[in-house]
């Protein structure tokens, strides 16, 4: 019986569909947030909420389980270091998804997917130069 089976396919074989999720986990961890289609969100939203869970394990072996599934041990190590342990209190929802709209090419649902404690930093104002 299937009951409660759901896996998102995103209309690849197991193996590309387990690197493109372990490939945009690793680099919501890295880079804090990124932007990519609605579909491919909700599914790394599920591995990075995992990962989280993991890191505040913080044991051997959940290192390793982390390692396995990102591939990736600079995002591991920094999963560890800082993403986890500033999710220690909260007992879940640690990423936010915030819907941008379609893409021009596709009309696919863009969306950025984000840590919930992540506070962008503001840009930098232009100087402006000196006329002489």
């Given at each position: 019986m299937r009951h409660r089976?759901?896996?998102v396919k995103l209309g690849r074989p197991t193996a590309a569909r387990q690197a493109l999720i372990a490939s945009l986990v690793s680099?919501?961890?890295l880079n804090k947030r990124i932007t990519t289609?609605?579909?491919k969100a909700r599914a790394a939203k599920r591995q990075a909420d995992?990962?989280?869970t993991l890191g505040k394990k913080d044991t051997l072996a959940a290192r390793r389980q982390a390692i396995s599934a990102l591939r990736d041990e600079k995002a591991v190590q920094e999963l560890f270091a800082?993403?986890?342990p500033a999710m220690k209190?909260?007992?879940g929802g640690y990423t936010r998804i915030v819907k941008l709209g379609k893409?021009?090419?596709d009309s696919s649902e863009m969306?950025?997917?984000e840590w919930v404690d992540f506070v962008p930093k503001a840009p930098k104002k232009a100087e402006k130069k000196d006329k002489k």
């Open positions: 089976k759901n896996t680099n919501l961890i289609t609605l579909a995992k990962m989280v800082a993403v986890a209190d909260r007992a893409r021009l090419s969306c950025i997917l």
